[in-house]
């Protein structure tokens, strides 16, 4: 990612609460503002513009599950973030096993209800406007799995399978992506079921579109370089 993020988002933090390390790019604290430690509004047009002319694409992460507390949208509009103080007492935080979709990152990085249209109508906005201003060729979008509210806790059969709102939202993003430029790359790091990736990969796909999957296959491609037969699969691919 490469919108603003906060000043000491770069620093590791002091001992014992070394939770991240190294700069990322995940605590956007804009989702339109180039982050100064890589340059301006002009830096990001001469690289576009240079990669084209050599007859290459450039694509960016977009990362819209989550903002920065800093980030104007949450200030805002608190409400668009999903539930952090649970019946049970606890925070909402790094729960992944029994809040995953829900869950937040750290007090400080909220993330967003997808089931609220405005924040789902903000967001795309705001990365059709990256598009649009820098002549960008598309998104690698950052954790689409997270796009659904209609799945309990602890419930992977859920969020694995078909969800109807999430792939509402994640059409919506395509298309308006292929409205600008019929040959943007939509890529998704969804991490789900093949029941719900197979459709992506077909969709559209008999104009010559189709949506790209960032998958995880680092498991077996580990297996296979040690040459384990075990958890070796690559059918997927």
Known sequence: PITQNPLHAEVEYPAPHRKYSGYHGYWPISATKVDHRFGDEKSLHHLVGAVHGQDMNIILDYVS??????????????????????????????????????????????????????????????????????????????????????????????????????????????????????????IFEHLGGDNEESEWANYRLDEGKGIMMWGKMTNPYNQLSMGFGSDASIERM
């Open 65 to 186: 599950n989550h903002v920065h507390v800093e980030n104007p949208i949450y200030k805002a509009h608190p409400e668009w973030a999903s539930i952090l103080d649970l019946p049970d007492g606890r925070k909402n935080i790094r729960i992944w096993d029994e809040h995953r979709l829900t869950t937040w990152f750290d007090l400080f990085i909220p993330t967003i209800d997808f089931s609220i249209f405005e924040a789902v109508d903000l967001m795309t906005d705001s990365a059709l406007y990256m598009l649009q201003k820098y002549k960008i060729d598309g998104f690698r979008w950052d954790l689409t799995k997270g796009f659904t509210q209609n799945c309990g806790p602890s419930d992977d059969g859920c969020t694995n399978n078909y969800q109807a709102d999430r792939v509402a939202v994640l059409k919506e993003y395509a298309d308006y992506s292929w409205s600008l430029d019929p040959n943007h790359y939509v």
